[in-house]
């Protein structure tokens, strides 16, 4: 996946401001810790690379269009590690964008036996619009389906939840309304001001649960897996 210029300066204003950003990244900081994962960790596809700088030193991330200090240019595709050299692989966002059976493929091969996966996805085929085709979005997952791909790979899934599902009913009326008006269209990435400090105060109380096994959401506009390499 390659980030035009203007998309990349859009998700660096974004990180570590946007609601859904600072609930999906406090999710994944508590799933690492309880899942015990260990380095070296890769983000792969990671974007800005904010989050792996602030995992610091034991992580390396790569992009396809990464261009920041302490990226490396490379594709999920074919990652730039050897064979079994890497402690946890995280692909955040990133499956959707590509061919998933062979950047999981590749996961599986970098990971060293009793490595960790983790991978965050939209989730909810029914949701598909044009904020998908806008973010090269080639598909949605349902919890099904991205567990058969993650196990096909060779992976034990260990944890399989939901993100953003208190705020799943407001999309899904947002989405609704869209398509009977006739106005569905890209949403607004920007979110400022005082509605963006509530729904981060959501996402941020449901990413908690991320603490324990269960209760965890069963579905959400995202959907979030732990695996593990035997």
Known sequence: MTLPAD??????SMEGSHFWSIGRDHLVDLLIARHAMGAPFVD??????????RLGPGC????????EPGGVRASVLAMPFGDAAIGTVLVRDVIEHVDDAAALDEAFRVLRPGGHLLVTVPGWPSLWG???????HLR?????SLR???ERSGF?????RGYQFLLLPALIGVRLVARVTGQERPE???QVGGLNRILTRINRLEAGLGRWQAPAPPTGSSLVLVAVKP
Request: glycine share 10%; aromatic share 8%; net charge positive.
């Open 156 to 160: 034990e899934v260990r944890e399989l």
């Open 140 to 144: 949605r997952y349902r919890r099904r």
């Open 44 to 53: 792969a596809g990671a974007g800005t690379g904010d989050y792996a700088r």
């Open 130 to 136: 044009p904020r998908d085709v806008a973010a090269g």
């Open 60 to 67: 390396v991330w790569f992009d396809t269009g990464a261009v």
């Open 7 to 12: 998309r990349l300066e859009r998700l660096r």
């Open 188 to 190: 607004r990435e920007e």
């Open 148 to 150: 058969a791909v993650v």
